[in-house]
């Protein structure tokens, strides 16, 4: 995809952004009247069903009606992005945003859907911590003592992944440009499956998500080396971050969010923002997410615009200095 028609279509994602949180507008009467079906391209027990299966009930309460999950795994998120992008804007379906979604235009030619074009941003529901995690028996109990592992050995450890452009691959290949070192990746179907990888052995590394893992880090069955966001955890308080570590400038944000299918109703979008951002603000909701390392947003839709134009950028120049060509899909 040529940078400049990135660039335009992110501009006007960021228009009907500003014009939808504008709007005073309600929602048409009685809306919801069903259940709204919620999209997630990846499986059970990631870090982006394990939010939305948590605001479910809290929705059905204030509005009458579930969100429905439906799991729709494979390719990084493409999969069910894909048939996401084809359902009616109806204000009934909705999609789990992922970091990949940012990392795919680079990744990826012949998308089947253009993620600022064949939907409009509802809101940023969180940033989840990401930490990097190694198998009991690698001999690195630091960053700084993995990568003069690594430089020692270049190509013999191996890291998980859930996929190709996956936030968990772009951490590990961020990782890999920065620190000078050559670590091989191994794919897998999402998230929970690749932190299994890691607790089995199969492979030596992953750059998990705090819920996929936490409860691994607690019961000993990989060890924790550092967070990859740019910032402390308030669950981890313990663990430097990479950049305090050994990589200054390091950084990676794996956020979680809600897009409609385009053409979705502004008062239909405005609704759906005002009621999850209220939710992800609750106290007990946000305590649970705080436990799990994730930390509340409920932004509006320029601002969660704004954070994909800003990743999408971002994701381009490390798939360009990690030499990853392209694909067609």
Not at 145 to 150: G, K, N, S
Not at 196 to 221: H, M, N, R, Y
Not at 301 to 327: C, D, S
Request: aromatic fraction near 6%; hydrophobic fraction near 45%.
């Amino acid at each position: 995809m040529k940078s400049n028609f990135v660039c335009s279509g992110l501009s006007s994602w960021v228009v009907a952004g500003a014009l939808v949180s504008a709007a005073f507008a309600q929602a048409p009467a009685g809306y919801p009247a069903k259940p709204i079906r919620v999209i997630i391209g990846f499986p059970t027990g990631g870090a982006a069903d394990i939010q939305a299966r948590l605001m479910a009930p809290k929705f059905q309460e204030s509005l009458g009606q579930p969100w429905v999950i439906d799991n729709r795994p494979g390719a990084s998120g493409i999969i069910g992005t894909e048939i996401a992008a084809k359902l009616p804007p109806d204000g009934y379906n909705l999609l789990m945003f992922t970091g990949s979604h940012t990392v795919h235009p680079s990744i990826y030619k012949n998308l089947p859907f253009d993620i600022t074009k064949n939907f409009v941003p509802v809101t940023l529901i969180s940033i989840t911590t990401m930490v990097l995690v190694v198998h009991p028996t690698v001999p690195a109990r630091s960053v700084k003592e993995l990568i003069a592992l690594a430089k020692a050995s270049p190509g013999k450890l191996n890291f998980a992944s859930d996929g190709l452009g996956s936030a968990a691959q772009m951490a590990a290949e961020l990782f890999k440009s920065v620190a000078g070192v050559n670590m091989v990746g191994i794919q897998y179907k999402g998230g929970p499956p690749s932190v299994a990888a890691t607790v089995a052995g199969e492979v030596d590394l992953v750059f998990a998500t705090a819920p996929t893992v936490v409860q691994q880090i607690k019961s000993g069955k990989v060890r924790a080396l550092a967070v990859a966001n740019p910032n402390r955890s308030s669950l981890m308080p313990e663990l430097p971050t990479v950049a305090e570590a050994a990589l200054p400038g390091y950084g990676v944000s794996n956020a979680t969010g809600v897009l409609a299918p385009a053409g979705t109703t502004r008062d239909i979008v405005v609704k759906l923002q005002q009621e999850i951002a209220r939710i992800v603000k609750l106290p007990d909701i946000r305590e649970r997410l705080l436990g799990l390392g994730v930390e509340p947003v409920g932004n509006t839709p320029e601002q969660f615009a704004e954070y994909v134009r800003t990743e999408i950028a971002k994701w381009a120049k490390v798939v360009k200095a990690a030499r990853i060509e392209p694909q067609s899909w």
